[in-house]
């Protein structure tokens, strides 16, 4: 019998786990500093009429602040290369 694809097995992370970081040490780092950031701004953000306000904040604040090569650095090339290589296969 041929298979469609192969399922990628690891014995130290999940099916759908793409980066390096195991500790996802920098998101952990900016999630706490957005967090930190988030609270000295001095609104409910939990609050429904200051969701469209949250949103502004968080988008402005990523554009700002997120490290996009860190961010992206974090990936598990071999594995992307994997999946991108599937896709261009299959539908490519």
């Given at each position: 019998?041929?298979?469609?694809?192969?399922?990628?097995?690891?014995?130290?992370?999940?099916?759908?786990y793409i980066?390096?970081?195991?500790?996802?040490?920098?998101?952990?780092?900016?999630?706490?500093?957005?967090?930190?950031?988030?609270?000295?701004?001095?609104?409910?953000?939990?609050?429904e009429e200051?969701?469209?306000?949250?949103?502004?904040?968080?988008?402005?604040?990523?554009?700002?602040?997120?490290?996009?090569?860190?961010?992206?650095?974090?990936?598990?090339?071999?594995?992307?290369?994997?999946?991108?290589?599937?896709?261009?296969?299959?539908?490519?």
């Open positions: 019998m041929t298979h469609r694809f192969e399922f990628v097995r690891f014995k130290d992370k999940g099916h759908n980066l390096n970081d195991s500790s996802n040490t920098y998101m952990d780092e900016f999630n706490a500093e957005w967090m930190e950031w988030l609270n000295a701004q001095g609104y409910d953000y939990n609050a200051n969701k469209p306000r949250l949103a502004e904040d968080k988008a402005n604040y990523l554009h700002e602040h997120l490290d996009r090569e860190r961010y992206a650095g974090r990936s598990d090339m071999e594995l992307v290369e994997k999946i991108v290589g599937f896709y261009d296969k299959h539908i490519g």
